[in-house]
């Protein structure tokens, strides 16, 4: 995901993973090759090969209580009249995930989305382990689909609030039983033409009624597709709208191959097949009720068999449709970590080889593709079982049309029915049993879909960040334009800042203090997992602090709203993130800045060849291949500079007054970081900056020095007095190595 600000760009989902110093080749995707190769190297034991995607699964039969019938029974063929839930599991589906407890894979790439802190980049080998792991050692990835049993009727009206609400309802319900209404009223007028033995009688009475009938089907097709991609539409920007609000940790609890799921095959579904399965199945009730109606005209004694069919029929849609749904669910968990698994073997290709798990991965896939083929197999074992009962009783009901139709009065049928109508009702009896089997199955579809609905709306509606925007005077004498001189010198005071990724969760932070004047440069330095960049997400709020305060330039930031708050700081991340668009686009993405301002800012970053191709659009093709259509070519961009465009973003105007800095200049050449160093010295020579570093020369440029280790703070001083300091927890770093002296 990637959040806009003003002119600053705040990759929110991107890459760098938690475990170890992996975050330098992130991108939008989150976990780069970096982090697969530092987590694997971290992690796996040297005596096997690494498993890049571990899946937890397991079989809860008391999960669906309210569920007539187990999937697991389904696909075991088992499904029988009055059976429960609680039939024993058979041993080929043991394995398979239930719904409530189904773990998404975790692998090095899967935890990206924990240990990528987003908005500074991430600092890849910080905070991994507060991230991905709980207090109780558990992993942050929600479990999917904990929703067990029927579709609640909450989700239809959430649909139709989203089609258009009870006018649209309403005409829906007229122009379906119009549509129905003329087709008998066709079909019932033929018979009459057949009676009279005379084609000329009421010809152009039967052509008009087939006219207005086909009209009306058409329109009610119209009106199905045109109410369902309303609804598929609101529905999906109610949840981008939700994604791009989304608290951070939000994107801890659901991995990509899930959210990549509800954006796409659940997004079809609601577009496409939701719309249809609709119209077919109001088409077969209303085919059903008048067929029912025929054959109790022409021979009334079929009215109480007729009525012990239909309830056979709602008993067998009933259980049936239960035990769909729940194959549906574990089809759609199933589908997730599919996806996820292929990302993972994607990015990391570069890991896998190197440590030789090919195997693995392939094995992982392979393991992902068996559950979702075993849930697949399982609905097609539960069509199976519904189809042969359907065609039991559907025979039934043809055998009663049959038995009015010859052994009524003077044979003509019940009511002194003519040959002709009792012929009418005969042959929609002998469809009545497609018919039927079509409306149980298009309603098992329809309640199948609907967790279409019960997924993206979940997603759409979770908790969202701070506003952005906060009503007139709540911000107190600040200008009501964003930035309006604030900060002006840019001191910054933080005072016992605690936080954690998670509501209850291992605090991360630990009343971190320091004060920084303005326009003093702030180096923060420390181990792994030491809260380098969780300070850096604090100070922007991606993490909201769960105890102290942040004050810049004596207004506490906690008040403010947080497009004020970001559009008022500069950031330049350690993700070497850039996002489909031009050149123009990812340096200024809110289009505010003029050419000329662009230009220089890439001529100060070194960037003179992206200067005259500012509509260019990045891409993987060499800037001078040939583009289709005379458009401008491709321009490709090496990791570094990736990192330049995002230091030429914090160099446009207006000028901030705090900078963040998460190792600006990581994947960048000791030359071209020289030039870099001396270009943040002319710029932000009067700027309050705060910089995550692990170079010595970046440290010693500073005018103070945070030392962090487990989330607390060691040091805050001078670097030349702690450096001087044998005993100090700098000099430590220094001489263990995990600070450069390059």
Excluded at 33 to 41: E, F, Q
Excluded at 176 to 181: N, R
Excluded at 373 to 395: C, D, F, K
Aim: contains cysteine.
């Amino acid at each position: 995901g990637v959040r806009l600000v003003g002119s600053e760009m705040c990759i929110r989902d991107s890459g760098g993973d938690g475990a170890g110093g992996g975050g330098a080749h992130g991108g939008a995707h989150g976990g780069a090759h970096g982090a697969h190769a530092s987590a694997v190297a971290s992690e796996v034991p040297a005596d096997r090969a690494p498993d890049l995607a571990e899946i937890s699964l397991s079989y809860d039969p008391d999960a669906d209580d309210d569920a007539d019938m187990g999937p697991t029974d389904a696909a075991a063929g088992i499904v029988r009249a009055g059976a429960r839930a609680r039939a024993p599991v058979p041993a080929a589906m043991r394995a398979m995930p239930s719904a409530a407890a189904r773990t998404e894979p975790v692998g090095a790439s899967g935890r990206a989305h924990a240990g990528a802190r987003a908005a500074v980049g991430g600092d890849g080998d910080d905070d991994g382990a507060a991230a991905s792991k709980g207090a109780d050692g558990s992993t942050l990835t929600a479990p999917e689909d904990a929703v067990g049993g029927r579709v609640s009727a909450r989700l239809y009206r959430v649909w139709l609030r989203a089609a258009g609400g009870a006018r649209v309802a309403a005409l829906f319900v007229l122009v379906f039983a119009c549509a129905e209404a003329l087709t008998v009223a066709t079909n019932w007028h033929l018979t009459h033409l057949a009676d009279a033995r005379s084609a000329a009688d009421g010809l152009r009475a039967y052509c008009a009624l087939g006219i207005a009938s086909g009209a009306l089907i058409f329109g009610r097709q119209v009106l199905s597709l045109g109410a369902g991609l309303r609804a598929g539409s609101v529905m999906h920007e109610q949840l981008v709208r939700r994604l791009m609000r989304a608290p951070l940790h939000w994107f801890d609890a659901n991995p990509l191959g899930r959210l990549i799921n509800r954006l796409s095959k659940e997004q079809r579904v609601l577009d496409l097949q939701l719309p249809s399965t609709i119209s077919q199945y109001a088409q077969t009730i209303l085919i059903c009720a008048s067929t029912c109606a025929l054959i109790c005209y022409t021979s009334p004694p079929a009215i109480a068999p007729l009525v012990l069919a239909a309830f056979a029929y709602a008993r067998l849609q009933s259980r049936y449709v239960s035990t769909a749904t729940s194959l549906r669910r574990l089809e759609g968990a199933a589908r997730s970590p599919v996806l996820t698994s292929a990302l993972e073997a994607i990015e990391g290709a570069p890991s896998i080889r190197l440590y030789g798990a090919a195997s693995g991965a392939a094995a992982s896939q392979r393991s992902s593709l068996d559950q979702l083929g075993r849930a697949v197999y399982a609905m097609i074992a539960a069509n199976s079982w519904l189809g042969l009962r359907l065609e039991l009783v559907g025979s039934f009901i043809v055998a009663l049309a049959a038995l009015g139709a010859t052994l009524g009065p003077s044979g003509g049928g019940g009511l002194g029915a003519s040959a002709g109508t009792s012929g009418l009702a005969l042959a929609s009896a002998l469809q009545l049993t497609q018919v039927l089997n079509w409306n149980v199955r298009t309603a098992c579809e329809l309640e199948s879909q609907m967790i279409a609905v019960e997924r993206v709306h979940d997603a759409a509606v979770g908790a969202v960040e701070a506003p952005a925007f906060l009503p007139a005077g709540a911000e107190g004498d600040l200008a009501a334009d964003g930035v309006g001189g604030w900060p002006v010198a840019g001191s910054l005071t933080v005072s016992r800042l605690s936080a954690s990724y998670r509501a209850g969760g291992e605090p991360v932070l630990r009343d971190v203090s320091f004060e920084a004047r303005g326009g003093q440069k702030v180096a923060v330095v420390g181990r792994t997992g030491s809260g380098k960049s969780t300070l850096l997400l604090c100070l922007l709020r991606l993490v909201e602090p769960t105890g102290g305060s942040i004050v810049l330039d004596g207004v506490d930031v906690g008040r403010l709203g947080l497009h004020r708050l970001r559009a008022a700081v500069g950031v330049v991340p350690q993700d070497q993130a850039t996002y489909s668009g031009s050149v123009r686009d990812n340096l200024d993405p809110s289009g505010a800045q003029s050419d000329e301002a662009l230009r220089a800012a890439l001529t100060a970053t070194k960037l003179d060849h992206l200067a005259q191709h500012l509509d260019a659009p990045l891409g993987l093709r060499a800037a001078g291949d040939a583009a289709a259509g005379g458009a401008p070519a491709p321009v490709k961009l090496s990791v570094g500079q990736r990192q330049l465009i995002s230091i030429a973003r914090a160099l446009l105007p207006p000028r901030r007054q705090l900078v963040l800095m998460d190792e600006p200049t990581s994947s960048i050449d000791a030359g071209t970081d020289a030039l870099i160093q001396a270009l943040f010295a002319a710029h932000f020579a009067n700027v309050t900056t705060v910089t995550v570093t692990h170079r010595l020369r970046t440290i010693e440029r500073a005018d103070r020095v945070l030392v962090l280790d487990k989330g607390e703070v060691v040091e805050f001083g001078s670097p030349a007095q702690l450096l001087e300091q044998p005993g100090s927890a700098l000099s430590a770093l220094v001489r263990s190595g995990a600070i450069e002296r390059a």
